[in-house]
């Protein structure tokens, strides 16, 4: 019974090993989360870009990031590497004024908790509001690129570059559901979201990441809206010509 346990364990160690070796093994290489062209094998991701929109906050705010998931495979780090990114000028619409780069950007190291497969990062890259912005319907594009170096190279040639759509188009932002729709701010309009922002949250701070962590703080927001609504004199019209109205 003894012999049995001690061959099982070994097995087992075996098998972490191995699987430790096959995840984080090989040349250190880093990439974007999202494929700034569609895969070629296997074939079954399709491009994406990173969308950013003035519209989402309030007026005066001239300036945001936009964050850049980066995945990273090879040996475990020890210490944070630096790397750079450089525009693609032949993909790019974006004037100079309306970003900024970093000189470097960091990928931490850091502990990795058992069973995990993926070691992921996020930088974020400086977006400028222009003038020009309010007249373009569909906004300019930004494409930054990944530079190799000494201590990292670049992986997946399709997950090399980011596609960034800088823009002030009205949209509805991913975190307004049915669920807030019905406890919080009652149905979405682009007159709303902006009334709101431009009164009560003005550092747009209402983001998924509140509604599930800090929930209360998510319920203050929507409530001073409610009473900033109701002091207004004349009552604010919707884009339904009802009532503007929430329904916490």
Same mark, same amino acid.
């Given at each position: 019974?003894?012999?049995?346990?001690?061959?099982?364990?070994?097995?087992?160690?075996?098998?972490?090993?191995?699987?430790?070796?096959?995840?984080?093994?090989?040349?250190?290489?880093?990439?974007?989360?999202?494929?700034?062209m569609?895969?070629?094998?296997?074939?079954?991701?399709?491009?994406?870009s990173?969308?950013?929109?003035?519209?989402?906050?309030?007026?005066?705010?001239?300036?945001?990031?936009?964050?850049?998931?980066?995945?990273?495979?090879?040996?475990?780090?020890?210490?944070?590497?630096?790397?750079t990114?450089?525009?693609?000028?032949?993909?790019?619409?974006?004037?100079?004024?309306?970003y900024?780069?970093?000189?470097?950007?960091?990928?931490?190291?850091?502990?990795?908790?058992?069973?995990?497969?993926?070691?992921?990062?996020?930088?974020?890259?400086?977006?400028?509001?222009?003038?020009?912005?309010?007249?373009?319907?569909?906004?300019?594009?930004?494409?930054?690129?990944?530079?190799?170096?000494?201590?990292?190279?670049?992986?997946?040639? @399709?997950?090399?570059?980011?596609? $960034?759509?800088?823009?002030?188009? *009205? %949209? !509805?932002? /991913?975190?307004?559901?049915?669920?807030?729709?019905?406890?919080?701010?009652?149905?979405?309009?682009?007159?709303?979201?902006?009334?709101?922002?431009?009164?009560?949250?003005?550092?747009? @701070?209402?983001?998924?990441?509140? $509604?599930?962590?800090?929930?209360? *703080? %998510? !319920?203050? /927001?929507?409530?001073?809206?409610?009473?900033?609504?109701?002091?207004?004199?004349?009552?604010?019209?919707?884009?339904?010509?009802?009532?503007?109205?929430?329904?916490i």
């Open positions: 019974m003894k012999l049995f346990n001690i061959i099982a364990a070994v097995i087992l160690l075996v098998a972490c090993s191995e699987e430790n070796i096959e995840n984080f093994s090989g040349n250190n290489e880093i990439y974007f989360d999202k494929f700034f569609d895969e070629v094998a296997p074939g079954t991701t399709q491009a994406d990173t969308v950013e929109s003035f519209f989402f906050y309030p007026s005066g705010i001239d300036e945001i990031d936009a964050p850049l998931k980066v995945h990273f495979s090879g040996q475990l780090l020890k210490n944070d590497i630096s790397f990114l450089k525009v693609d000028e032949s993909l790019t619409s974006a004037n100079k004024d309306e900024t780069l970093d000189s470097n950007y960091i990928f931490h190291a850091r502990v990795i908790r058992e069973g995990v497969k993926e070691v992921i990062d996020t930088i974020r890259i400086k977006l400028h509001r222009s003038s020009r912005l309010k007249t373009m319907d569909e906004g300019v594009r930004l494409v930054v690129q990944l530079i190799p170096n000494a201590t990292i190279s670049t992986g997946q040639y @399709e997950r090399t570059k980011a596609i $960034i759509i800088l823009t002030e188009k *009205k %949209a !509805r932002p /991913l975190w307004w559901d049915d669920e807030i729709t019905e406890n919080l701010l009652g149905e979405y309009s682009q007159t709303k979201y902006k009334l709101f922002l431009d009164n009560i949250d003005l550092k747009a @701070e209402l983001n998924a990441e509140m $509604i599930q962590n800090n929930p209360d *703080k %998510a !319920r203050l /927001l929507a409530m001073k809206f409610k009473n900033w609504l109701f002091s207004q004199e004349p009552m604010i019209i919707d884009e339904d010509g009802e009532t503007m109205s929430v329904t």
